[in-house]
């Protein structure tokens, strides 16, 4: 099992640009999520799906889209970048909503 | 809305000596999770704590959880330098998703 990958690993944005990160899991999990994280701080959730075809807002989802159309993946989708979209993405899987999460390597993006 | 309270947020430890980090919530949740993040990796799960009275044990490592003083810890024996990393505990919410802590950075001295 690969378990949860993301791509890209880095990426630098210019402000106003979109881009998609990717997020694929092969444990079967109901759950995805996607975290951001700021320097010196912990991960703040922005979107999750507890299935394919539904998904929820987090608590800061703001410049941020998501879908869910299989079990395994569940791309994050930014339109028009911002500065303070500048942090690292993770995103991770779980069985069910009360199970341990598994959390993927992370995308390191910059918005200039 | 649940808040999630570390504390210390860092902790410059000596080897040898035992410590203690602090992870307070403020709502009732029964599940507590204990993650090492080393800079710039992913997060690695260490522990999950389902209920009160909870302890788990992982070499060094040690954590429990008090449901009703709504208070986790997570206590090191004689630390050693492999344990220079960050820690977080993250408190689940409504079964939907975890709200975590800040952190707390440990570094490892001789």
């Known amino acids: 099992n690969a378990g949860v990958t993301q791509t890209p690993k880095f990426r630098i944005l210019k402000i106003g640009q979109s881009m998609t990160l990717q997020c694929t899991q092969d444990?079967?999990?109901?759950?995805m999520y996607w975290y951001r994280q700021d320097p010196g701080m912990g991960l703040k959730l922005i979107y999750y799906s507890v299935g394919a075809g539904i998904t929820d807002k987090g608590e800061v989802p703001n410049g941020y889209n998501v879908s869910r159309s299989t079990t395994e993946d569940f791309p994050l989708r930014l339109e028009l970048a911002a500065p303070s979209q500048t942090s690292v993405y993770f995103c991770a899987s779980s069985f069910s909503g009360k199970g341990e999460q598994y959390f993927g390597p992370g995308t390191r993006l910059t918005v200039t | 809305e649940l808040k999630v309270e570390q504390n210390p947020l860092f902790l410059s430890m000596q080897e040898g000596k035992n410590y203690t980090i602090y992870c307070n919530y403020s709502?009732?949740?029964?599940?507590l999770y204990w993650y090492r993040q080393d800079p710039g990796k992913s997060l690695e799960s260490l522990f999950v704590?389902?209920?009160?009275?909870a302890v788990k044990q992982e070499g060094r490592l040690m954590a429990s959880l008090d449901t009703k003083a709504r208070l986790s810890t997570l206590h090191i024996t004689a630390a050693v330098h492999d344990l220079s990393a960050t820690y977080f505990c993250?408190?689940?919410?409504?079964?939907?998703?975890?709200?975590f802590g800040k952190g707390t950075t440990l570094s490892v001295s001789s």
């Open positions: 709502t009732t949740s029964d599940r």
């Open positions: 704590l389902l209920s009160n009275g």
């Open positions: 444990m079967n999990h109901n759950y």
């Open positions: 993250a408190v689940d919410q409504a079964g939907t998703a975890l709200i």
